[in-house]
Structure formats: C-alpha cells, structure tokens
C-alpha cells in the first residue's frame, strides 16, 4: 500500500543505525531512516483486502524492509500494517508500533499468568511505559524501575511498585521475581539476577547477559512486524487501557534535534516526527 505519512516514531534503532551500527549494521545509502510510522493510505494494490484509499493506519515495518518511515510518502506491506485506534492523537499511534510489539512480545515469551508479579526494568522508556500498561491490562502485579523524576509517573500507568533505580540498595527486599522484561541491557539484567526465583524467565530486549545460573532462561526479543499484534494493541488503546506517553514532537527538518535528545537516554516514553497534514 502507498501511505501518505502524518508521523512517524523516533527509536533508538534509528539513531544506532545512522551511528553506523544497530540492527541494519552499515546500510546502503540512500537511506530514508524510520521504522515506524502513521499515516492514510492513498493506493491499494491489486489483490490487497480489507484495506481501502483513506484508511488510517500504522506500522512497524520490520527489520529488513527499507521503505523509512520519516518520508511524506512510503509503501507499505499489507502484514505489516494495522487500523489505527479511532479517537487516538496520530502523534501517539505513530510512537506505539515498535516499542508496543516489542513490549507485548517480551510478555508473550514471558507467559506470566493474571495475578503473577513482574519486574519491568526501565518503565519510563519506549518499550518499558508500554510493557507496564500491557502486563496491567494482563492482570500482572507490576514492579517497575525507574529514575527518581518518573517514579510517579510510571506509578501512574498502573505499577503497584516503582524503585528508583539510582539508589543502589533498591534491589534489597526485591525477591522472588519469576519474570523480568529488561529494555536496559545485559549488564543491568545481571545486576537482578540475585532478585529472581530458581527457574525465572527473562525477556531481554536490549541483550542478553551470559549463562545465568539457577535454571533462569532468557528469551532475547527481537520485535517482529506483525498486524495482529498491532490489532491487539490498538483494541487496548481504544479501551484506554494503554496510551503512548510522547515527551516531545519535532518537524522533519529538526529531526537531527530529535536524534541527539534520544541519544543523551533520558526520554520518558516516545519521541515523534511531524510529517504530513
Ligand atoms: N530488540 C528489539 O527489537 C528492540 C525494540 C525496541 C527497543 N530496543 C532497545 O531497547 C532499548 C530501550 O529502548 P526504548 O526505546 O525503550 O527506550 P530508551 O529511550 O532507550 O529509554 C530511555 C529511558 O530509560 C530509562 N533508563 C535508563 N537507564 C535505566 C536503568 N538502568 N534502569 C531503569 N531505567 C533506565 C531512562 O530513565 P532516566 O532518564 O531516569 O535515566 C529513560 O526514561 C534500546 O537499547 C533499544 O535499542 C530493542
């Protein structure tokens, strides 16, 4: 499909590859950045259903695909693509594909039952504001980290727990975690192995630490572009049981301001491209 893009997700992917590193490694230029983005559809291709000219939709592209999301014009795959949540700011169905997938993935892997207690590391960022909301909407009991100017911020998206991570004896009385989602690193995931429970399961977003004793498995995430689970998604939104907190929102020509901001690793939840009306 050809989207006329509104706007479009700003992630660390993003800057890590115009660093010349990340998931894409050196790429061939030219290279139209983005892997995210919302916007309308203006062209349907033959054999292409349930989609038509004027639809509002969102996407995470996947890894491999190039089409760029911080461009007026893209064409899309159908797969990849999903109805936007009516009633919901374009600005914020634009930061929730990759980190919302990314985030709703960890929780799949983890398959922690209502009632069941997780720590989600970093739950001021992309990926950790969005997995707080979902493992809420799932029933979990949500034990978050986070710095002390979002504790009450990321208290407010529905964890029962939020300790400041800066303070070095948080992980004191932290025990008996059966699951933890990390969107920080493998260093950081080492750091709460001694908070876990024999046999615990690890979703790492952000990488995998070395072999962790204790029967502890850690499934490495790797977001996937996926309509269903964007469906999904975008169903919570509508129900408002999951928003996209987005700091800031940047026109396309100050998009270099946008990169150095994410980069400096202190943004709570998504920035956002401005692109089209
Ligand atoms: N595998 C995948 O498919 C995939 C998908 C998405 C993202 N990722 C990766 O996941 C990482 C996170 O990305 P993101 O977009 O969620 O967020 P981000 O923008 O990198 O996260 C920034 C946030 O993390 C908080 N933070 C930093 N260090 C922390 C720590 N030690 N403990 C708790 N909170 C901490 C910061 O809070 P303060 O300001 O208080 O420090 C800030 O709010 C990146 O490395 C990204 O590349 C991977």
Not at 185 to 200: K, Q, T
Not at 244 to 257: C, G, H, N, T, W
Request: glycine residues 16%.
């Amino acid at each position: 499909m050809l989207v006329a893009v509104q706007a479009a997700g700003l992630n660390p992917s993003d800057t890590k590859i115009r660093g010349g590193g990340g998931r894409l490694g050196g790429v061939d230029l030219p290279y139209v950045a983005g892997r995210e983005a919302a916007g309308r559809v203006t062209e349907v291709a033959p054999g292409v259903e349930g989609f038509e000219p004027g639809q509002e939709v969102f996407a995470f592209f996947g890894w491999g695909a190039r089409p760029g999301g911080h461009a007026e014009r893209l064409v899309v795959a159908a797969s990849s693509l999903a109805p936007r949540p009516p009633g919901v700011l374009v600005h914020e169905a634009a930061g929730l594909p990759l980190a919302g997938l990314t985030a709703l993935q960890g929780l799949e892997a983890l398959g922690a039952r209502p009632g069941e207690r997780i720590l989600v590391t970093s739950g001021s960022g992309g990926v950790g504001h969005l997995a707080v909301q979902i493992a809420v909407a799932l029933g979990l009991e949500v034990v978050a980290t986070a710095g002390p100017a979002n504790l009450d911020f990321v208290k407010g998206l529905g964890a029962t727990e939020v300790l400041d991570y800066r303070d070095e004896d948080h992980r004191r009385g932290l025990g008996g975690i059966a699951y933890l989602l990390d969107s920080v690193g493998a260093a950081n995931i080492e750091s709460y192995l001694g908070c876990l429970s024999p046999a615990a399961k690890v979703a790492a977003v952000a990488g995998v630490p070395g072999d962790p004793a204790n029967g502890i498995t850690v499934t490495p995430i790797r977001c996937e572009a996926s309509s269903e689970r964007l469906t999904r998604l975008s169903e919570l939104m509508s129900a408002g049981r999951l928003s996209v907190a987005v700091q800031d929102v940047f026109p396309l020509d100050r998009v270099a301001e946008a990169h150095r901001l994410l980069e400096d690793g202190h943004v709570r939840g998504k920035l956002v491209i401005a692109i089209g009306p």
